[in-house]
């Protein structure tokens, strides 16, 4: 066959079809070595095995023409001994070559591709070695191992194993058409660092320069043990970046690379279509980086994975190895990022959802000594936080001062500074656990607090500054921890001066506005200064105070131990403590008995005492006989009655009391139980409390009065009196009413039928308070009275005033009534009766007649006519009655008084005008002025009598024709009630009666 159909054979065939017999039978054949050496370059195929033959196939074809053209041209060669060497900084062009190159095509183009396809075939060469088998190959000699001397290599976990390898993520045919650092780039990121580092060894002289580049493609998350050949090393010996030798696969350029031969070329027009030898990019860096530089260079790759990923291991793993190399200027930072390592890796890694923070490097840097202990501490328990401290808390202190010593301000009690601060901010149990491997019973080398003072400053600041009220065991395990120091003690000035300190102590835990809480921190500054003696009692008076705190936890009266300071010379405040400890028996122990009664008492008398050390207890500034007494009040404010009167009556008890005090709590609580009562009666509820409290002590006038107030009330609260519509009137109402009658009044309003009950109403009066005073007893039966005359009971208002008047009978001849009671009884008295004897319904004239006489009796000189008036009217109306009843009898017998004269009356025995005609015998009328009396003052009288009675308006009405006037048919001369005399009316009468004389009222002729 032909070149031509060769040639064309070679065309059609497709690279599927290709195989190594193909190849030599089709190009072996064809005699054109240019055209041979085209249609190589021209394909490229993905088999590298393949492209390899064909491309040594082309190089071969190519040999005879450089050789013939190196022999022919008179040119001096400068090769460089190595692939990949500089080169001088000019190449020396030369003419003579140039012409040649233009006037003999073919030759040109066969060196042009000549250089192409030793490129290519290196490449293919690499491509081949990167293959997994090879990488696998080339790692097992240079897998990263831990070094001995690696200074962090316990801070982090180390990553030993290796990447599993993998084809090179990209195909023959693009890492030949693409650039070197391309590839590169491509193979950082997809963290095929078998093949990177095959690539930088061959092709260093190329890719080196772009080398950050490359780096930079590789992501942040990845430990860089797994990259840690192709990162910049150190070389110590000359103090810059250590450079790689390369091992290009040949040693000496071919004489077509040669760079005069290149420029020749290029010169007469014929450029490669690739060249290695490309302008480097603006981000080169073909020189070594000094150690400043790489230092640089390994912070900011440690910030980018902090700051991308935050992924502290990474970031830690990176700076191990730039220390492994030697790289300086990294030692601060890589302190930092084995202390942060270790709180988010390890101090935190129990936390559910992660370390509580997102933690930075920055974020580490700006937080305090005493901040970055809370956080190593954050999730320490009692028992793990010794170990804690000892793991995270311990190396961090040992670097703050290892950092102080190198900055020349060394500080010797830094650690023991922060770690103090650390316990004063810290809870009970946290501060327990640390006490107890602080014991000073154990070496010194194994205690977390070796000083034994600054053990019991730190104990107290942290007990009297904690807030608890409900950690009783824990603080009693901290005082067990403290040292003991029996014994200690001064002269007796010096004994002074501590009692003076434990004093000024107390005004120091008390809250001020400058200082609203005092806290842990603040009570040790107090406690710093303080010598060994003062700090000893300390401890003692902590001692008593932990005991007394756990005695008023117990019965559910806690305090904090401030508390107990603040109430030393606080006697107020003792006593406040200790009521509420007597009312409130704590839910921790419920009272069940008598003896758990006893038990509250004897702790209660516990803190009154005191100790053998001369301390006082919580109560210390109560009496024996104050606490016996508040004890005696709570258990009656609880209701156990019964307990109290065996303990007070039994001869073993301590509960021994003077039976006027005994009196006076029993009459406070009784008055406690009956405000607080929601119900009056006495059978039942705090009613019944408050009645049996009075049973206790002996009986005295003081104690019955108050329990006859209890049964009034419980008497009001059975008529149903009611303070407003459906609500009942309450006891505490009854208790804070001012005039207890008007309580009379109302319950005579409230029930129709009370009046009837004039035993019990009276009865009432005198458990109110009234016992013995008989004017309440007359203004109660004016009561009574009044309200039967209101529902027409006219035999029960006659019956009442009948009693009334005796009552006031008897007052009159008593000696021990003052003139004021009497005259008050008097009024009440005679309005009583006047209203009750001039009512036209009452049918019993000789009745109203009496009442009006009784009225004529009590009443004052002033009011003598109004009543007369009235009397007068009612004798006509009863006479003429009489006659009329007489003529009907037909005996004309009269009935009743004559109008002639006193000794021609006859009259019934028990007839009412003899006995008053004899009292009017003796009553000294005034002159014209009382004849002249105003009807106004008149009305004026009555209304002021009448206010005293404090009738409800709600009490039945008498009928409405009761008080209407002579249009109603009524005779001329019949009394019409008083409201229904106007006052002329009245006047006249007055008048006209008086000036006509009363004489014929005493017997004398009219």
Excluded at 286 to 313: F, K, N
Aim: proline share 5%; charged share 25%.
């Amino acid at each position: 066959m032909s070149d031509k159909d060769l040639c064309q054979k070679w065309l059609d065939l497709s690279d599927n079809e290709l195989d190594t017999s193909t190849i030599n039978d089709v190009l072996g054949a064809i005699t054109d070595d240019l055209w041979v050496v085209a249609a190589v370059a021209d394909r490229v195929i993905d088999d590298p095995s393949l492209l390899h033959d064909l491309l040594g196939i082309a190089l071969k074809r190519s040999q005879g023409t450089v050789e013939r053209l190196q022999n022919s041209l008179a040119f001096q060669d400068s090769q460089e001994s190595a692939f990949g060497g500089q080169g001088s900084s000019s190449v020396h062009v030369d003419d003579d070559m140039v012409s040649y190159f233009r006037e003999n095509s073919s030759d040109a183009r066969i060196c042009v591709l000549r250089s192409v396809l030793l490129d290519r075939k290196d490449r293919v060469e690499t491509f081949m070695e990167m293959s997994p088998a090879n990488v696998a190959a080339h790692g097992e000699s240079e897998a990263p191992t831990e070094r001995d001397d690696d200074p962090w290599i316990d801070a982090a976990d180390a990553e030993t194993d290796q990447q599993p390898q993998r084809a090179p993520p990209l195909s023959l045919s693009s890492f030949l058409s693409q650039s070197l650092v391309d590839s590169a780039c491509l193979l950082a990121t997809r963290e095929s660092f078998g093949p990177l580092q095959i690539l930088f060894k061959r092709y260093g002289s190329s890719i080196w320069p772009h080398r950050l580049t490359i780096l930079a493609f590789i992501p942040t998350h990845l430990s860089p043990l797994y990259y840690q050949e192709v990162l910049p090393k150190f070389d110590l010996s000359q103090d810059e970046e250590y450079r790689s030798p390369v091992q290009a696969w040949r040693t000496e350029l071919d004489w077509t690379e040669n760079p005069s031969v290149q420029v020749a070329l290029s010169t007469a027009g014929y450029d490669a279509p690739q060249s290695r030898f490309s302008t480097h990019s603006a981000d080169e860096a073909r020189q070594p980086m000094s150690s400043q530089e790489l230092a640089s260079w390994y912070r900011q790759r440690i910030q980018t994975i902090l700051g991308s990923t935050g992924m502290v291991d990474v970031a830690l793993s990176m700076v191990q190895h730039a220390a492994s190399q030697g790289i300086p200027e990294l030692d601060e930072l890589g302190e930092e990022l084995s202390l942060l390592f270790r709180l988010v890796y390890d101090a935190q890694a129990a936390a559910e959802d992660g370390p509580e923070d997102d933690w930075t490097l920055e974020q580490w840097k700006s937080m305090d000594s005493l901040a970055v202990i809370h956080a190593m501490l954050a999730l320490s328990t009692p028992q793990t936080v010794v170990a804690d401290i000892r793991k995270f808390v311990s190396p961090y202190l040992f670097v703050l001062e290892s950092r102080a010593e190198r900055a020349g301000d060394p500080n010797p009690n830094l650690s023991l500074q922060l770690l103090n601060d650390f316990i004063l901010g810290a809870p009970l149990g946290i501060v327990a656990r640390i006490f107890e491997d602080s014991k000073p019973t154990l070496p010194l080398r194994h205690r977390l607090i070796s000083d034994n003072e600054d053990m019991a400053r730190l104990a107290l600041a942290c007990l009297y500054g904690s807030n608890s009220v409900d950690e009783w065991h824990i603080m009693g395990q901290i005082f067990e921890c403290l040292p003991d120091w029996t014994g200690a003690s001064g002269d007796e000035d010096f004994e002074d001066a501590v009692e003076m300190t434990i004093t000024s102590l107390g005004t120091y835990v008390t809250p001020t506005t400058a200082r609203p809480k005092c806290t842990p921190s603040d009570l040790y500054l107090f406690f710093r200064p303080l010598p060994l003696p003062p700090l000893s009692r300390a401890l003692d008076i902590l001692d008593v105070h932990l005991e007394s705190g756990e005695i008023l936890s117990r019965w559910d009266t806690p305090a904090p131990l401030r508390w107990f300071l603040q109430s030393g010379n606080d006697k107020n405040s003792q006593r406040a403590r200790a009521v509420r400890m007597a009312r409130r028996p704590g839910t921790n122990h419920a009272l069940h008995g008598q003896s758990d009664w006893e038990w509250l008492l004897e702790d209660m008398l516990k803190l009154c005492r005191t100790n053998d050390s001369g301390l006082r207890g919580a109560f210390g500034l109560l009496s024996q006989a104050e606490i016996l007494s508040i004890f005696l009040s709570g258990l009656l404010s609880t209701g156990q009655l019964d307990i109290a009167k065996s303990l007070l009556r039994s001869k073993k008890s301590t509960l021994s009391l003077d039976d006027r005090v005994v009196e006076e709590i029993c009459l406070t609580s009784s008055r406690e139980f009956y405000d607080n009562a929601s119900s009056g009666n006495c059978n039942f509820g705090d009613m019944k409390l408050a009645y049996d409290c009075l049973s206790i002590p002996v009986r005295s006038e003081t104690v019955i009065r108050e329990q006859e107030f209890i049964e009034a009330t419980s008497r009001i609260a059975s008529f149903n009196v009611e303070t407003r519509p459906g609500i009942p009137l309450s006891p505490i109402e009854v208790r804070l009413t001012k005039d207890r009658l008007s309580l009379v009044s109302r319950v005579l309003s409230s029930n129709n039928d009370a009046y009837k009950y004039k035993e019990v109403i009276l009865e009432l009066v005198d458990k109110l308070g009234f016992r013995g005073h008989a004017v309440p007893h007359v203004k109660a039966l004016a009561m009574i009275a009044d309200t039967a005359l209101q529902v027409e009971d006219f035999a029960q208002a006659f019956e009442t005033s009948e009693t009334m008047i005796d009552t006031v009978s008897h007052l009159c001849s008593s000696p021990d009534i003052s003139q004021a009671e009497l005259n008050d009884a008097k009024e009440v008295c005679w309005v009583s009766c006047f209203q009750l004897g001039r009512q036209p319904e009452f049918p019993d004239v000789e009745k109203k007649l009496r009442l009006l006489g009784h009225a004529l009796e009590f009443c004052p000189a002033d009011r003598l006519p109004e009543i007369l008036m009235v009397w007068r009217r009612l004798e006509k109306d009863d006479i003429a009655q009489r006659l009329e009843g007489g003529t009907k009898a037909g005996g004309g017998r009269q009935h009743g008084f004559t109008v002639t004269s006193a000794q021609n009356r006859t009259r019934q025995p028990g007839a009412i005008v003899p006995s008053l005609a004899s009292r009017l015998q003796n009553i000294h009328l005034p002159a014209s002025p009382l004849v002249m009396a105003d009807s106004a003052a008149i009305a004026d009288t009555f209304s002021r009598v009448a206010s005293k009675f404090p009738f409800s308006k709600s009490r039945p009405q008498a009928r409405p024709n009761q008080f209407e006037g002579d249009s109603q048919g009524q005779s001329r001369g019949e009394d019409v009630g008083w409201p229904s005399l106007d006052r002329e009316e009245v006047s006249a009468q007055a008048t006209k009666a008086l000036q006509r004389g009363i004489g014929w009222l005493i017997g004398a002729d009219e």
